[in-house]
């Protein structure tokens, strides 16, 4: 019991390092246009660049673990992750970002991969949708912190301010006077090397897993491929992350495009209000989960989403600075929920499984470069409309997802939507 615990500690400490690391292009964009004097959809290819090392190396993740183990690839991970901060903060360019961000994206997706099926196993089937939104509710605390530790570095790095700390004084010198917001990726690079200090201390209890936990060889993933339960929760994941992504790292430039916000304050704080509010929907899914099916939960907050998506897209600027956030609120299980739901779905091979879902994660690569394309074309305004059609299709997982495990609810004999 003290081993799992232990497990699932370490499990929620990575998905907050995670958000923490992945979630900060959004509130960056106004500034990296600005910086690298870039359009629309050039800026769209640092997130592809991102998410498109998810799709490289899900899969191979997963097999690197069947090989040397959960603790020695999440070690990996972080390197990669401190590897690609360390580039990018000692030579900013356009190009080495483009760089940059790919080992950390190569690192999250290592890490993705190991910890899904652990947390599957430490803590049971038929907790594992719970267990995902606590998850879930970490994930959505860091993303709230990291945007508002943008805005305290960009206002007082350069600055002629009072009481500045140590940290400060000591970025200063370590960042082009006209790039304070390179600051974050020193930031993340020593983050990274923490992790990689922590991890190495901390004796894995061994977890055994279950035969259809581990990841099987490339005939099994290729066998796995044609199966369409497989391939719909992929698409659901492509979909999910897609939508996320599309919307926060646009927020800062729709509100500075068409509502004359300031990104460095107000855009980035509604940016950090949309994954706040994440943390809060995850305590409210976390509830509804203990009383409702969970793909009837995915079909309230989905269409919630979507609601409060059009009223952010053209409504006027005091309701959208509170419906932007509203929309990280209902986005709050959909990870947890779909992932739970793909993984219950199916009797083996779970191990795998994982790997090509989180393949899905390149949802972030491809959803935020068609927006920035069709914004470059028609207005950002009309590039964002395209986030329905994903939105579409994880409110449509509510009705078609049959799992053979559902979530373990508090019955009050009542129906309980089955």
Not at 98 to 119: D, Y
Not at 377 to 405: D, E, H, K, N, Q
């Amino acid at each position: 019991m003290k081993q799992n615990v232990l497990i699932i500690s370490l499990i929620l400490l990575t998905f907050f390092v995670i958000s923490f690391l992945t979630n900060m292009i959004g509130p960056l964009v106004p500034d990296i246009i600005d910086s690298f004097d870039l359009s629309l959809t050039l800026v769209a290819l640092l997130p592809f660049a991102f998410f498109i090392a998810y799709g490289l190396m899900s899969i191979p993740s997963g097999m690197l673990i069947e090989r040397f183990g959960e603790k020695k690839v999440i070690l990996a991970a972080f390197g990669c992750a401190f590897t690609g901060a360390f580039l990018f903060a000692s030579g900013p360019s356009y190009g080495m970002y483009i760089v940059s961000l790919f080992f950390i994206g190569a690192g999250m997706a290592m890490l993705q991969v190991a910890i899904n099926p652990l947390l599957r196993v430490a803590g049971g089937e038929s907790n594992f949708a719970f267990n995902s939104v606590i998850g879930q509710l970490f994930f959505g605390l860091a993303s709230f912190l990291s945007p508002l530790m943008y805005t305290y570095l960009v206002l007082n790095i350069g600055k002629d301010v009072e009481g500045k700390n140590a940290i400060v004084r000591v970025l200063e010198g370590m960042v082009p006077a006209n790039l304070p917001w390179i600051s974050l990726y020193w930031v993340f690079a020593l983050v990274a090397l923490l992790m990689i200090g922590i991890v190495a201390v901390v004796r894995f209890p061994k977890v055994e897993k279950k035969e259809g936990d581990k990841t099987g060889a490339i005939a099994l993933h290729l066998e796995l491929l044609k199966n369409p339960t497989v391939i719909k929760y992929f698409l659901a994941i492509f979909a999910y992350v897609g939508t996320e992504q599309g919307i926060a790292n646009w927020i800062s430039k729709f509100l500075e495009t068409y509502h004359g916000v300031d990104p460095q304050t107000t855009g980035a704080s509604t940016i950090s209000w949309s994954w706040g509010l994440m943390t809060a929907g995850a305590l409210f899914g976390l509830a509804l989960l203990k009383i409702l099916d969970s793909r009837k939960v995915l079909i309230l907050f989905t269409g919630a989403a979507m609601v409060c998506l059009a009223i952010s897209l053209f409504g006027p600027t005091h309701v959208i600075l509170t419906t932007f956030p509203l929309i990280g609120f209902f986005a709050s299980v959909m990870w947890s929920v779909i992932i739970s739901l793909g993984l219950n779905s199916l009797e083996s091979h779970h191990g795998s499984v994982s790997g090509i879902l989180v393949t899905g994660i390149a949802g972030g690569a491809i959803v935020p470069l068609i927006v920035g394309s069709l914004g470059d074309a028609f207005g950002l305004r009309m590039g964002m409309l395209f986030l329905f059609v994903t939105m579409g299709y994880i409110f449509s997982v509510g009705f078609w997802a049959r799992p053979l495990v559902t979530n373990k609810t508090i019955k009050w004999g009542i129906d309980n939507w089955r």
